[in-house]
Nanobody, 121 residues
Framework: QVQLVESGGGLVQAGGSLRLSCAAS????????MGWYRQVPGKQRELVAT???????NFADSVKGRFTISRDNAKNTVYLQMNSLKPEDTANYRC???????????????WGQGTQVTVSS
């Protein structure tokens, strides 16, 4: 019953910016950590950035200083602000969230469908 829907992807020239959004909907009690991952054809998924429920963040070395992750708990939404984009950032970006159900004590991991980001040189 939990769905994650990403938006904000598109085509941008190198040096440009995009902001991705991921909104969680459905029936749940709370969201713990949230994150963004990316994947290109023929390669495994890689971590881009994560943010805990308390607001602590972590970034891949390749995006440090360029990307910012944030969340709006009132909207159950996580954002990824991507600046100074490079062609190497081209990938399908997918949102992840650890969600606690209304009844129970454990968190479950959910994934969005993904949004494509293409950076041209």
């Amino acid at each position: 019953q939990v769905q994650l829907v990403e938006s904000g992807g598109g085509l941008v020239q190198a040096g440009g910016s995009l902001r991705l959004s991921c909104a969680a909907s459905g029936s749940f009690f709370s969201i713990n950590s949230m994150g963004w991952y990316r994947q290109v054809p023929g390669k495994q998924r890689e971590l881009v950035a994560t943010i805990t429920g308390g607001g602590n963040t972590n970034f891949a070395d390749s995006v440090k200083g360029r990307f910012t992750i944030s969340r709006d708990n009132a909207k159950n939404t996580v954002y990824l602000q991507m600046n100074s984009l490079k062609p190497e950032d081209t990938a399908n970006y997918r949102c992840n969230a650890d969600v606690a159900p209304q009844y129970g004590s454990s968190y479950y991991s959910y994934w969005g469908q993904g949004t494509q980001v293409t950076v041209s040189s």
